[in-house]
């Protein structure tokens, strides 16, 4: 058996979260969707394990995570699926994910909405996961080991998961980052942006119709030069305020 951890991580939440379930189960090859040249034509095979984790972006999947997905071929491989979020909500994220994974021939055995630090809004979920949130995901672990030993995968059922059809409308986020004068234009977000909305030729631009406020290019600019808007950011965080203060708890659904 081989055992996969696929993520699309632009803040290194998800990540974090998806290579810890992985760890639990023993070595495992990578698959950033984060990364434009990924090998997304990996064919799976029944014996393999796969950890499939996105974040939840306004309650949906990222399309562009949804797009490198749909690139995999499942073959009947074990799928545990995991929707990442920052405190609020992840609505309909983790029953899109299913549909889509159902669709590229994997097998849903169970699924897991893990929180992590608020990607934009930092004070949401400060330094989440913390060690609490370790220990669910590592018990967490051992009861999905628990169900795959007992189950004849034949008979699985996809794992009920949370959520609606159609799907929530995803209201596009109006945060979009920007350059500010310490921006050396080394060209690296340009490199990194997995939606290619910053141009190489001039990277202190950003196409406002391509971001998807994912902030990658925030995370990974090595002169903390790209910001958004504070005066946006105070708003959007007064309106999340009361759904993001109090502390929410990880799932397992088996």
């Known amino acids: 058996m081989s055992i996969y951890a696929i993520y699309f991580s632009p803040t290194g939440g998800t990540e974090k979260i998806v ?3 992985a760890e639990q189960f023993g070595e495992y090859q990578r698959i950033d969707l984060c990364e434009k040249t990924s090998d997304l034509t ?10 499939i984790g996105v974040p939840s972006f306004g309650g ?11 690139a995999l071929s499942g073959n009947n491989a074990t799928a545990i699926l995991i929707t990442v979020y920052g405190n609020r909500a992840y609505e309909d994220t ?12 994997f097998t849903c055995q169970a699924a897991i909405a893990a929180i992590a630090e608020h990607s934009i809004m930092h004070q949401f ?7 609490n ?8 672990a051992k009861k999905i080991k628990e169900k795959m030993k007992e189950t004849v995968k034949e008979n699985v059922l996809p794992v009920q998961v949370p959520g609606n059809r159609p799907y929530r409308e995803y209201g596009k986020i109006p945060l979009i ?4 004068k310490s921006c050396s234009s080394c060209g690296l977000c340009a490199k990194e942006c997995p939606v290619n909305a910053i141009p190489t030729d001039n990277p202190k631009v950003t196409d406002k119709n391509k971001c998807i406020s994912c902030m990658h290019c925030v995370a990974v600019c090595p002169q903390k030069a790209r ?20 502390r929410k708890e990880n799932k397992l659904y088996l």
């Open 94 to 105: 983790l029953i899109e994910l299913e549909d889509t994974l159902i669709e590229k021939n």
């Open 19 to 21: 290579t810890f379930i």
């Open 42 to 51: 990996n064919d799976f095979s029944e014996e393999d394990l796969c950890i």
């Open 133 to 140: 949130d370790l220990t669910d995901l590592s018990s967490f």
């Open 177 to 180: 980052p920007h350059a500010t």
């Open 227 to 246: 910001h958004c808007n504070k005066v946006m950011e105070l708003i959007a965080s007064k309106k999340m305020k009361k759904s993001c203060s109090e």
């Open 60 to 70: 949906r999947v990222p399309a562009i995570a949804l797009e490198r997905i749909k």
């Open 125 to 131: 979920a400060t330094g989440r996961p913390d060690q």
